[in-house]
């Protein structure tokens, strides 16, 4: 039984999927999605909530935020890291922030004000760890037009910053980095059948993440230029290289990072490189 994370994350994480190997369809309105693997079985729940249900063994494993594996303490195994997002491939932040104009310049300068978060029980233990009395609320959205007005600083997720500038606010401090995590029940996990599944989607999701900014590159190459193309390929491995027909051509097949192929194709047709390829890659397993 697989938890999926209902919302923000939901569209990412079906295709996701996908280009591990696994189709997971659902309407939008559809909390039981069709998995098209007779050994799953799912649930589309909140990301705030999967730790809970995989830690009360509801679902064998699930994919979550640390945030809300630290918030709900859930006594759970963290499988892997899967850092993906909505919108980027990098980790987010919860930031406790204030107005730009605000006097206030550490965490400290906030004792006796009003702080509002949807992560209130780490908020919590943020400010109980410096000693600092102040009031959490909980925040149920927007949370980033309630200051000044409502409270006198928020504690919110974000993964590059934008939405704060453009409500004026300024970062005091980071309280957690987070990212998505693939994550089991400890019983689930003891269960070696179970574990082997759970160790399957992980391997599988963790190749598709890291095909996501690569690409396949082959081609055909004069057997003299070899020396100068390898030197020119910063391959993942050592590229696997063929023979031809022609004993003075060799074929050759490499990974590279997607940022670099636009840099790296004039060079290798400058070498003698001809029948140049580029294809994208579902997934690369280490």
Same mark, same amino acid.
Not at 46 to 55: K, L, N, T
Not at 253 to 276: F, N, Q, Y
């Given at each position: 039984?697989?938890?999926?994370?209902?919302?923000?994350?939901?569209?990412?994480?079906?295709?996701?999927?996908?280009?591990?190997?696994?189709?997971?369809?659902?309407?939008?309105?559809?909390?039981?999605?069709?998995?098209?693997?007779?050994?799953?079985?799912?649930?589309?729940?909140?990301?705030?909530?999967?730790?809970?249900?995989?830690?009360?063994?509801?679902?064998?494993?699930?994919?979550?935020?640390?945030?809300?594996?630290?918030?709900?303490?859930?006594? @759970?195994?963290?499988?892997?890291?899967?850092?993906?997002?909505?919108?980027?491939?990098?980790?987010?932040?919860?930031?406790?922030? @204030?107005?730009?104009?605000?006097?206030?310049?550490?965490?400290?300068?906030?004792?006796?004000?009003? @702080?509002?978060?949807?992560?209130?029980?780490?908020?919590?233990?943020?400010?109980?760890?410096?000693?600092?009395?102040?009031?959490?609320?909980?925040?149920?959205?927007?949370?980033?037009?309630?200051?000044?007005?409502?409270?006198?600083?928020?504690?919110?997720?974000?993964?590059?910053?934008?939405?704060?500038?453009?409500?004026?606010?300024?970062?005091?401090?980071?309280?957690?980095?987070?990212?998505?995590?693939?994550?089991?029940?400890?019983?689930?996990?003891?269960?070696?059948?179970?574990?082997?599944?759970?160790?399957?989607?992980?391997?599988?999701?963790?190749?598709?993440?890291?095909?996501?900014?690569?690409?396949?590159?082959?081609?055909?190459?004069?057997?003299?230029?070899?020396?100068?193309?390898?030197?020119?390929?910063?391959?993942?491995?050592?590229?696997?290289?063929?023979?031809?027909?022609?004993?003075?051509?060799?074929?050759?097949?490499?990974?590279?990072?997607?940022?670099?192929?636009?840099?790296?194709?004039?060079?290798?047709?400058?070498?003698?490189?001809?029948?140049? @390829?580029?294809?994208?890659?579902?997934?690369?397993?280490?």
């Amino acid at each position: 039984m697989l938890g999926l994370p209902k919302g923000s994350l939901e569209e990412s994480t079906k295709n996701l999927f996908a280009k591990a190997g696994w189709k997971i369809t659902a309407s939008s309105r559809s909390y039981k999605p069709a998995i098209d693997d007779p050994e799953l079985d799912g649930r589309f729940v909140r990301a705030q909530e999967v730790s809970r249900y995989v830690e009360h063994g509801f679902f064998d494993c699930g994919l979550t935020g640390l945030d809300w594996i630290r918030e709900n303490e859930s006594d @759970v195994v963290e499988v892997c890291d899967l850092i993906y997002s909505k919108a980027s491939a990098q980790k987010s932040r919860w930031v406790l922030c @204030v107005p730009e104009a605000s006097p206030v310049q550490r965490a400290e300068d906030l004792a006796g004000k009003r @702080v509002a978060t949807e992560l209130v029980g780490t908020v919590k233990r943020y400010f109980a760890a410096k000693k600092i009395p102040v009031e959490i609320e909980f925040s149920w959205g927007a949370t980033e037009v309630k200051v000044p007005d409502l409270v006198d600083a928020i504690v919110d997720i974000t993964e590059t910053g934008s939405s704060l500038r453009a409500n004026k606010l300024r970062i005091v401090d980071t309280l957690l980095e987070t990212n998505t995590k693939l994550i089991a029940n400890q019983a689930s996990w003891a269960n070696p059948a179970k574990r082997r599944k759970i160790e399957t989607i992980a391997l599988l999701l963790r190749g598709a993440l890291e095909a996501e900014s690569k690409v396949g590159l082959k081609m055909n190459a004069p057997k003299k230029s070899l020396d100068a193309i390898l030197a020119a390929i910063p391959a993942l491995r050592n590229p696997t290289i063929s023979p031809l027909s022609n004993a003075d051509w060799i074929a050759l097949e490499t990974i590279i990072d997607e940022s670099v192929a636009r840099e790296i194709i004039p060079k290798l047709k400058e070498l003698g490189a001809e029948g140049i @390829v580029e294809y994208p890659l579902n997934k690369v397993v280490y």
